[in-house]
């Protein structure tokens, strides 16, 4: 990742690792600190039918928030604050289930409570947040047959429920997938593009955010280059 010194201008929460959330994941520590690579964190081994640690490289990684943030500031956004909560590998009906108290649902609950504490954070240290937009890369996962005809409903729900939850209605949402996830396989990721398109236009203040011309390490994940250009 380049270095830029203004990253340090940009507040960053982070609880990154693999399904379900838990104490091995790699986390800012309950705490503020500024935009920056993770380290792996200490994810348990082997990890069985996921991505293992979230990060391909054992000293970390980072994401599409790198890019984004800088973005944003070389269009004149002075103000920045990103909580990220990413996990690995997850599909929306079996991680990201709004009304489940079980397995199911504890990405969604991660990403709600580790908001509602960043803000609360923040607010001790006389800093109120306001949630702008929720940036959404997901869908690769989905996109198998047992899951990509229930894809869009489910995450309709989710969406709308996010917004109830972090009492933010009119929270813009952009939504982003791989659309090159094991194209020579044939996986029919233009199910889940027009899902996300659908998305779209069903909750209202959303749009769907081609990633197509963003360059990949294989046939499942972006490269260095194509993360910070899909930020």
């Known amino acids: 990742m380049p270095v830029n010194e203004r990253d340090k201008q940009v507040m960053f929460w982070r609880k990154v690792g693999d399904p379900p959330p838990d104490k091995h994941d790699s986390t800012s520590g309950s705490k503020w600190t500024h935009l920056q690579a993770q380290p792996l964190g200490n994810p348990i081994k082997p990890c069985r039918d996921r991505q293992y640690g979230n990060f391909g490289q054992p000293q970390g990684g980072f994401g599409p928030e790198v890019g984004m943030a800088r973005a944003l500031m070389d269009a004149g956004q002075k103000e920045l604050a990103i909580v990220k909560a990413s996990f ?70 989710m969406m709308q429920s996010a917004r109830k939850d972090l009492n933010a209605p ?16 044939n996986r029919p990721m233009h199910r889940i593009v027009e899902a996300q398109k659908n998305t779209a236009k069903r909750i209202g203040n959303a749009s769907y955010v081609d990633t197509s011309k963003c360059s990949i390490a294989n046939q499942v994940h972006f490269d260095a280059k194509g993360t910070r250009a899909m930020g």
């Not at 709004?98 to 908001?115: H, K, N, Q, V």
């Not at 009119?170 to 396989?185: A, D, S």
Request: hydrophobic share 40%; glycine share 10%.
């Open 88 to 157: 690995s590998g997850t599909g929306v009906r079996k991680d990201w289930n709004p009304r489940s108290t079980a397995a199911d649902g504890a990405c969604y609950r991660a990403l709600i409570s580790e908001t509602e504490k960043a803000v609360a954070v923040a607010k001790e240290k006389g800093i109120r947040l306001r949630l702008r937009a929720l940036v959404w890369l997901q869908g690769e996962s989905d996109s198998g047959p047992a899951d990509v005809g229930h894809y869009e409903d489910a995450f309709v729900e």
């Open 170 to 185: 009119n929270m813009t949402i952009l939504l982003g997938v791989n659309t090159r996830f094991l194209e020579k396989r």
